[in-house]
């Protein structure tokens, strides 16, 4: 099983500021077909299905506010909020969809410092 | 726009079989371009997959090692559906189960609480 492991498990961000989230896979996520990391990242909410936020790494779903920035590459990839705002308090999941199983992170909850 | 709906319990008793129904809308569950999956989430366990059915000219499914001896995920072409079954369900099997669509899950049901419990 491909193993995901986020950092850091929680993380106090100001209002405005940048928030970073770490994603590490223990086996390479390139699809050598298209040469696209099969990586995603989720942000999930109290009562609501977790949403779909960046595929490919760093594909930015349309609707996704552009403060949200995926990068990376192989094994180790990087949620970006550019300039922390309210609503963005949730759980954020790195998930990898190269293999089966699909494995996701454990979660890294962000809040406002 | 594809859209989920998903229908079932939300408490099943210890032993039994917990079934859920994710009805499609927007897409066909027999598209040979879809993946049609199920995914739990609790507490401790965070963001589990379960498993998934696809079809390529015939059915295909894929399944976690945690719960391979206990799940089905099957599809009714019939009615656009597809559904979970776990067998001999225990009380960590409480959680909220989702259905999703995709290779990387764009598209999700609602979700439905389930509780495992006598």
């Known amino acids: 099983d491909i193993v995901m492991t986020q950092s850091p498990d929680s993380l106090a961000v100001s209002l405005g500021e940048r928030a970073t989230i770490n994603c590490k896979s223990s086996q390479n996520v390139l699809f050598s077909v298209n040469n696209k990391n099969s990586l995603g990242w989720y942000q999930l909410k109290p009562g609501q299905p977790p949403k779909l936020l960046i595929y490919g790494a760093s594909t930015r779903v349309s609707g996704v506010p552009d403060r949200f920035g995926g990068s990376g590459s192989g094994t180790d990839f990087t949620l970006t909020i550019s300039s922390l705002q309210a609503e963005d308090v949730a759980v954020y999941y790195c998930q990898q969809y190269l293999a089966v199983p699909i494995t996701f992170g454990q979660g890294t909850r962000l809040e406002i410092k | 726009q594809v859209q989920l709906q998903q229908s079932g319990p939300g408490l099943v008793r210890p032993s039994q079989t917990l079934s859920l129904t994710c009805a499609i809308s927007?897409?066909?569950?027999?598209?040979?371009?879809?993946?049609w999956n199920w995914i739990r989430q609790s507490p401790s366990r965070g963001l589990e997959w379960l498993g998934r059915?696809?079809?390529?000219?015939?059915?295909?499914?894929d399944y976690a090692a945690s719960v391979r001896s206990r799940i089905i995920i099957n599809a009714d072409s019939s009615k656009n559906q597809f559904s979970l079954h776990l067998s001999s369900v225990i009380s960590d099997d409480t959680a909220v189960y989702y259905c999703?669509?995709?290779?990387?899950?764009?598209?999700w049901g609602q979700g439905t609480p389930v509780t495992v419990s006598s």
């Open positions: 927007g897409d066909s569950v027999s598209s040979n371009s879809a993946a």
């Open positions: 059915t696809y079809y390529r000219s015939e059915w295909h499914d």
């Open positions: 999703a669509a995709g290779w990387s899950f764009e598209i």
